[in-house]
Structure formats: C-alpha cells, structure tokens
C-alpha cells in the first residue's frame, strides 16, 4: 500500500510503528464531518478557480460514495492508513482516480483536523444542552408532585433543618442550568473555523475561508494560522465543563444511593436501573448512580490528561495532538451516557412521604424555629440559640421531641416561652416560615417551578 506521504521515503514504514500511530480505531468517527468540511473545501476550490469545476464535481460525487460506504460500514480500515482523513482520500482515489489527488490543494491534515473536531464537538454539545433541559425536566417533573413532601435538610450529612423534597431537587435544576450556560458560552469559541489555515502559515492559493465558514454553519474564522492548528483549549474548556458536570451528576448520584439505602429508606429506585446480587437473595443495589459517580473519575482524569498532553509543547501542530482524542471522545461518552441514564431513571424513583417526613423531624430539626421564636420576643438570637439549645437537652434527657415538651416545662427553662409556640414547631411549620427570596416555604417553591416552566416554554418558542 503506497503512502499518500510515501514520495520523501525509500524505505516502509515499521509495521510496528505503523500500528503505533495508528489513529484510525478511534478517529474513524469524525468521519460525516471530515467528508462535509472536504466537500465545502473541495466547492470552494471550483468556485476561486482553483481547480476546474468538472474535478470539483467529480470529487463531490466521489465523496458521497465514499460517504455512503462509511454509513454502511463497508469501508475496511487499515492501520496503514493512519487516520480518518487517509482513508477517505485514498477510497476515494480508489473511486475516482487520481483526480482525487487536487481535494488536498490549500489544506492540510492539521486544519483538516482540528476542522474535523470543532464540527464534531458543536455537534455534540447541541447534543448534550438538549439532554440537559430534558433532564432538568425531568427532575421538573418529580419535584411538581412534591412540593409538600418534607425531608431532613442536611449539612454534614447531620439533619438540619426541613425542608420541601421539590426545594432539594429544583437545586439540582439550577446547577444543570449553569452546566448548560457553560456549554453554551463554550460552543461559541468551539464554533470558530480552522480550515485555510494549512499546516501552519496559510496558503498562497486565493481561498475563500469566509464562505466555507458559512457553508459549514461556522460563527466565524480562527484569525490565526498558527494558533488554529496548534491549539486544543476548545476541547479542553468542554471537557473541563464536562467534569464540572459530572460532579454534579455523581452528587445526585450519591443522595440516590444515600436516599435508597435501607438505612434511610426515603426512595425506592426502579427495578429496571437496579441489579441484584448473585449471592445475597435480598439485594436491590443501586448500581446505576453507582456508576455515574464512578465515571465522574474518568472525566475528571480526562481533563488532566488533556491538560498536561498540551502543556509543553511548542507551536504549532505536534503529533502528541492526535492524543486528544481519546480523552474528548471518552469524556462525551461518559456524560452522554450518564446523561440518558439519570434522565430516564428519575420518572421511575418512588419517594417514601411518610419515611421522609418523620425522618425531617428527627433530630430536633425545627430547634432553629424556637429561636427564631425568641427573636420575635425581642430576646437576642445568641441568647435565643442558648435557650433553644437548653430546650434540645431537656428533651433528650426526657426522651422526647420539642414539639411534644408540655409549655410548663418550656417555661421553666424561659418565661418568655408562650402557648404561642406550639404551632410553631412542626415540619411543615418550619419550611413554610421559610419565605425569603429563594427559600423553602411552599409558595417559594410553587412560585420557583412555575418560573422555570415559563422560561423553557420561553425557550422553546425562541428555538422555533
Ligand atoms: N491523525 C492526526 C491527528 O489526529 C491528523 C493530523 C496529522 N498531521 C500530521 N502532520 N501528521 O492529529
């Protein structure tokens, strides 16, 4: 098999190292966008008069076949091909002889490639704010019903004060609606254009780099031609978004680990996302968020590698570069996957009510409302605090609960304590207090879904 580069070379190439360099087995999937950026090329080179455009045609039509053959699987690939962008060339000179030799005029495997990935990674993250909303969504749609389920708020996994299960989830709502922001702002510096750039320093053909960029939905050109072919930030900034994300994923993750654990019991997952143990008859394991929370690993580890890949290495293209790869195609994967995963599993989760709300008011959880009480009877919140918490430890030497202690005992820790307080002190009471601009109270929280819901139905329209 000659080489399209072989003309320099009297010897072939190690068979080793032809392996070795191989990145046919993972780049093979840019191909739809490697053969559409060479066909707007290959248009544009007729349209300056670069080539005849009888070639332009033939190459064109050409590349469809070679398009279809690829759609089909047809196309065998070989490592001693390289890369994706040699194996559509050198079928396609199969095909049409060597007229296929003029598509490379003006260009180069470096702006090819880096063409190649931006339109890949557009791609993808059109994919992935879509995904996100219809997450979001999803967990919309669990946190309608449950706007007056109750749960312990925690902090240090402690129970600390009730709050409304729709308050909890419509959190995760706002962190997926900053990772979609981010991807957007991302897109845009993803959706600059390389091509005309060639290897390094441009070409002397007249080449139209802004009609390309037009035909192939490009924002607009990379300005130079060094930093075009040289640099990877585009993909490192998605990928960096893509561990922010999943840390977020692999938290929800672990509260449904956490909520479903019989030691809470506040959830029961789905059959279908669950698997049983082949020893232990009783087993329900949650291993789907499990999974989500481990893969978090891999995409944080991605954007490391991504990272020191590029660190040192001197302008402009260097062949560590096919090396991005991997890690970019892997990490969007992993999030595309885990993305589809919880957004499919969040409609089957059951929540326990009952569990939950008894499990709010364990743990003194309304102890806050007593002092805030006391505040309102002009006593300082520090010394309220102080009072609120002799209360707790008369309770627990009683072995009761705050709302259960009889008014004569509270009385005899503060005077100032009236028959007032009793309604004071329930679940439901405590997050219902709770008013402030983007706190717990049930009509915060109605009011925060019916915000959301006008926004996307705002959205939609706009994306019509
Ligand atoms: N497969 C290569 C990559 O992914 C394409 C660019 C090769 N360019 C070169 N000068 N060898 O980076």
Request: charged share 20%; net charge negative.
């Amino acid at each position: 098999m000659s080489k399209l580069w072989g003309g320099r070379f009297a010897a072939a190439t190690d068979q080793f190292v032809e392996q070795f360099t191989a990145s046919i087995h993972y780049d093979a999937r840019l191909y739809p966008w490697d053969i559409r950026a060479s066909m707007v090329h290959c248009r544009m080179l007729a349209r300056q008069e670069i080539i005849p455009p009888e070639d332009a045609n033939t190459i064109v039509q050409g590349l469809q076949r070679v398009l279809e053959e690829l759609d089909a699987g047809q196309l065998p690939f070989r490592a001693s091909l390289e890369d994706i962008h040699m194996h559509v060339e050198s079928r396609l000179k199969e095909l049409i002889g060597p007229v296929a030799g003029k598509l490379h005029t003006a260009r180069s495997r470096n702006d090819q490639v880096a063409t190649d990935l931006r339109l890949y990674l557009r791609d993808q993250v059109d994919q992935l704010r879509h995904g996100l909303r219809a997450m979001q969504q999803a967990l919309w749609a669990l946190a309608d019903q449950h706007v007056q389920t109750i749960l312990p708020g925690m902090t240090h996994l402690q129970n600390a004060q009730p709050v409304s299960l729709a308050h909890h989830l419509l959190a995760y709502i706002e962190m997926l609606d900053r990772d979609q922001q981010r991807l957007g702002e991302i897109r845009q510096r993803i959706n600059q254009m390389p091509l005309g750039s060639a290897a390094l320093a441009g070409t002397p053909f007249p080449v139209d780099r802004l009609w390309v960029a037009q035909e192939l939905g490009f924002a607009g050109v990379c300005r130079n031609s060094m930093d075009a072919v040289s640099d990877r930030d585009f993909a490192i900034e998605l990928t960096a978004a893509s561990a922010l994300l999943m840390v977020h994923f692999s938290r929800f993750a672990e509260e449904l680990v956490l909520w479903s654990s019989p030691l809470l019991g506040f959830v029961e997952l789905p059959d279908a996302f669950c698997t049983g143990s082949s020893i232990m008859p009783q087993k329900k394991n949650p291993d789907v968020p499990e999974l989500v929370r481990g893969k978090s690993g891999r995409v944080i580890g991605h954007l490391v590698s991504l990272l020191t890949l590029m660190k040192a290495l001197p302008l402009t293209y260097n062949r560590d570069m096919q090396e991005d790869k991997e890690p970019i195609f892997d990490t969007l994967d992993t999030v595309q996957g885990c993305l589809r995963a919880l957004t499919d599993l969040i409609p089957g989760i059951t929540v326990r009510r009952e569990v939950m709300g008894k499990a709010a008011a364990a743990g003194f959880t309304t102890a806050t409302d007593l002092a805030d009480y006391l505040v309102g009877k002009g006593i300082p919140f520090r010394e309220a605090h102080e009072i609120s918490g002799r209360l707790v430890r008369l309770c627990i030497k009683q072995n009761t609960t705050l709302d259960l202690l009889p008014l004569a005992s509270m009385q005899q820790v503060d005077g100032r304590i009236g028959a007032d307080l009793a309604d004071r002190l329930t679940v439901s009471a405590s997050v219902n207090a709770r008013r402030s601009l983007g706190g717990t109270a049930f009509a915060t929280v109605r009011a925060a879904l019916t915000e959301w819901q006008q926004a996307w139905q705002q959205e939609a329209l706009e994306n019509r």
